[in-house]
């Protein structure tokens, strides 16, 4: 059973700031993290190859600091890494990106599974995952959030996916990919070996050439869509009322105002 | 390859383009601004520059298309068990803006059963569309992605919409992404905000980036379309129905047959909540502050008595006290009610992500210096177990329940 997981560096959004002088993401000091669907698509990974075997493969297309989440997918034990970094991908949106993925599962021999967080959450796009099953041709189960069943013989899958009103069961044929939720597991925290080991690995860097991809795909050449402008939302109308007084008299006069509201019905 | 250009004359070492970058690829060198490999060419720089120092340089594409031949603005209307989804009647709604704004017809783009088809596209048309593109099927049953995504693929390339949005449901999330992959054109996730730029016609879409810290705003190059978006539920409003709209209905079959569809779903176990977090127009959220899984009693009981859903913050279902489906925020479910009341939560920056855009926020906490009453419109300082029983039984009074 081969694994491939894609994981993506994003700015720990915990850290960022509003500056609220000028409106603007305060970005100093933000450090980058493992986006955290991604952590669960890798302990997945690990958990199946430890009990039907196999290996996991974890790929990141990024710029070269990116290699962090690379090292370590390593310390918890994925076996082979590689980083995919090129200037050429530069500006990639979600259609490139997933191309370039695609292109770099196809280059290091395919998979029978792949792996992707639900979403990343710098974009919140969820749009690569079904991007990447598209082009390799095979069947997408999004939000999954249990791996009931995967039977090798018959080269089956089957998994619950959280939707909006409840848990859908479905089988799908191998090779096929996932995207997963946080529900589906605890990520384990790496070993101290492991982390050593991971310090120590040489780490490969694949570039578009490489992959064989094609430049018309990838980068902002490939990307249909554009950002034009970045701003910060409006301030919520918030900091509103605090209702002070004694409870029995705060509680019906927030009662009140909730009744005016007409939502209560 | 695109490049960013900054012009070391111009530049007057302001600092203004660094903290906008919304990517840390901005620097300060010897007081010039430098830009390093992780720019994305997403111009909020460009923008910022005082003395217009920093320029993109943008290559052509390397395909060209006639756009002319792509006109009107479809709706994918959504339906599961036997109804249609409230957010495509929303899309309508605003979908009849944008075909207005560009002058030209909106339409239905509907999958169903033979059972159901006619009555969903009557319901489109009552909502404003003038022409349903209808594929009737019974492998439309239960939702699968490999019949809905060649549906919208076939007819998309035989009648070249403009614009496609789907909802940003489970559903439209699914399978947009794939007609999208298919066609080789832009799909923009999860937008709050779509209109038409007056100069050039575009689809201007504005959506959250960064957990909401940031609005971005996408277009898409001209010589990809359609222009596709996938569009939050509930942010636009539900728009008159009035059934005595007239609208034509044009029947294409689905070339694909049952053995072809790769997915098969076994089995559907409903949720045991009676209230839907993503239908919701009222949410009662515990966090922490509850204390454990018996802390959730207050909270179901008042969400009982306003017909409400129950919500959650990380921190109270990471502790195992109510599962990851009520989770409301960055890791879990965006939600936009009308009342949200957040009770014994703090209101840290990744809840807040998936909660801020409620119309009105209450806030229940004891510490008055916690970040939830900065966004919340009315808050009470005090203990969740005296106020939220109190709660209770004041709407039980005034709603005679
Ligand atoms: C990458 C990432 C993603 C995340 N995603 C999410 C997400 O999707 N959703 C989410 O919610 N969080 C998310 N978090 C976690 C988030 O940072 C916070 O840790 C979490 O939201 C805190 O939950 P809380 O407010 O319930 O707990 P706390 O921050 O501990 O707050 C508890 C509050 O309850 C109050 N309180 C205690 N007892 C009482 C009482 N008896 N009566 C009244 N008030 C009381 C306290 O004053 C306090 O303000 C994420 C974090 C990271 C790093
Ligand atoms: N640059 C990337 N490198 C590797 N995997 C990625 C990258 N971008 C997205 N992914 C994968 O696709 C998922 C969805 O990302 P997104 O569509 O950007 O929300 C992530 O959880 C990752 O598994």
Redesign the interface.
Known sequence: MKIVVCVKQV?D??D?K??PK?N?????G?ASICN??DEYAIEEALRIKEKLGGEVHVITMG??QAIEVLRNALAVGADKVYLISD??F??S???AT?YALSKTIEYIGGADLVICGKQA???????V???I???LGI?????V?KIREIDLEKKKI?V??????????????LPALITV???INEPRLPSLIGIKKAAKAQIPTLTAKDINADE?RI???????????????EA?G???????GE??E???L??T???E?K??? | MARLLIDKDLCTGCESCVPVCPFGALSMKEGIAVVDEKCTFCGACVDVCPVNAITMEKEEKAVTIDTSAFKDVWVFIEHEFGKVSGVSFELLGEGRKLANALGCKLCGMLFADPELAEGFAKEAIAYGAERVYLVESPLFKIYRTDPYAKAAVDLIRKYKPEIVLFGATTQGRDFAGTVATTLEVGLTADCTGLDIDPETKYLRQTRPAFGGNIMATILDYPNYRPQMATVRPKVFPMPERDDSRKGEIIREPLQMTEEQVRTKVLEFIRGTETVNLADAEIIVSGGRGVGGPEGFKPIRELAEVLGAAVGASRAAVDSGWISYEHQVGQTGRTVRPKIYIACGISGSIQHQAGMKTSEIIVAINKDPEAPIFKIATYGIVGDLFTVVPMLTEEFKKRLGR
């Open positions: 700015p959004t915990t960022v509003i500056d000028t603007t993401l305060i970005r100093e933000v955290p669907f710029p070269p200037k050429a530069a500006g949106d979600t259609l997933a959450i710098d974009g919140d796009t969820a749009q995952g079904p991007g099953a598209t082009r069947p997408q189960l999004t939000y959030s089957i619950e996916r959280l939707l909006e009103y409840g848990r859908e069961v479905v089988e799908a044929p939720v946080k529900d018309n980068g902002l050449k490939g990307s249909p869509t554009w950002v034009v402008k970045v701003f910060t939302p919520r918030g900091g509103g009322e605090i209702l002070k409870l029995n705060v509680v019906p927030l009662v105002k909730l009744m509201t939502f209560i019905k």
